[in-house]
T-cell receptor
Framework: EPEVTQTPSHQVTQMGQEVILRCVPI?????FYWYRQILGQKVEFLVS????????KSEIFDDQFSVERPDGSNFTLKIRSTKLEDSAMYFC???????????????FGPGTRLTVL | AQSVAQPEDQVNVAEGNPLTVKCTYS??????LFWYVQYPNRGLQFLLK??????LVKGSYGFEAEFNKSQTSFHLKKPSALVSDSALYFC????????????FGQGTTLQVKP
């Protein structure tokens, strides 16, 4: 069964450094997402991406964040200058987009745990 | 504003007993509701969803959920719990609009004791 994969599983960085989190969505999926989960808190939406552009972003997704689909398989989240409060689990998700929009299932990757020191 | 609430941080149940994990929602328009499970060091795994049709939805691993429009609830159920069902369970609602983003509840830890 196809899965969303993410690398690395754990990333430790110093405050102010740039990090890139990588995701490989399911191959025939068209919509891609990043969510994050700060320890002990809810899973929060960050950004959605479709047709090579951002379709929606949350208030969290400020100028320090960017997403890219550099080739036909990878989907990346870049944080330019990490802050302590960026420490969280970051989940990538994808969905196929068939039928009525939004009713098909989002499938999530295992997550990248980002620790900012 | 659209939201999801899971009123219980933790649910404890004995193996073999039925389990219920509660979820209530607030949405504009038709609710599209999802349950995901998170095992330790794993991602969110899809369990089931309600889009339309029968109020009782069956999903993976013997789980089911009942959609109740009047009570705006979507409780997750299983007739007979297994120790291996112990995990963190998230209810989510799809926000209206085309992007399909999900809003999650805060999660409920299910502990099944042998």
């Amino acid at each position: 069964e196809p899965e969303v994969t993410q690398t690395p599983s754990h990333q430790v960085t110093q405050m102010g450094q740039e990090v890139i989190l990588r995701c490989v969505p399911i191959s025939n999926h068209l919509y891609f997402y990043w969510y994050r989960q700060i320890l002990g808190q809810k899973v929060e939406f960050l950004v959605s991406f479709y047709n090579n552009e951002i379709s929606e972003k949350s208030e969290i997704f400020d100028d320090q964040f960017s997403v890219e689909r550099p080739d036909g398989s990878n989907f990346t989240l870049k944080i330019r200058s990490t802050k302590l409060e960026d420490s969280a689990m970051y989940f990538c998700a994808s969905r196929r987009m068939t039928g009525e929009r939004g009713t098909d299932t989002q499938y999530f990757g295992p997550g990248t745990r980002l620790t900012v020191l | 504003a659209q939201s999801v609430a899971q009123p219980e941080d933790q649910v404890n149940v004995a193996e073999g007993n039925p389990l219920t994990v509660k979820c209530t929602y607030s949405v504009s328009g038709n609710p599209y509701l999802f349950w995901y499970v998170q095992y330790p060091n794993r991602g969110l795994q899809f369990l089931l969803k309600y889009i339309t049709g029968d109020n009782l939805v069956k999903g993976s691993y013997g789980f089911e959920a009942e959609f109740n429009k009047s009570q705006t609830s979507f409780h997750l159920k299983k007739p007979s719990a297994l120790v291996s069902d112990s995990a963190l369970y998230f209810c989510a609602v799809r926000v209206s609009g085309n992007t399909g983003k999900l809003i999650f509840g805060q999660g409920t830890t299910l502990q099944v004791k042998p």
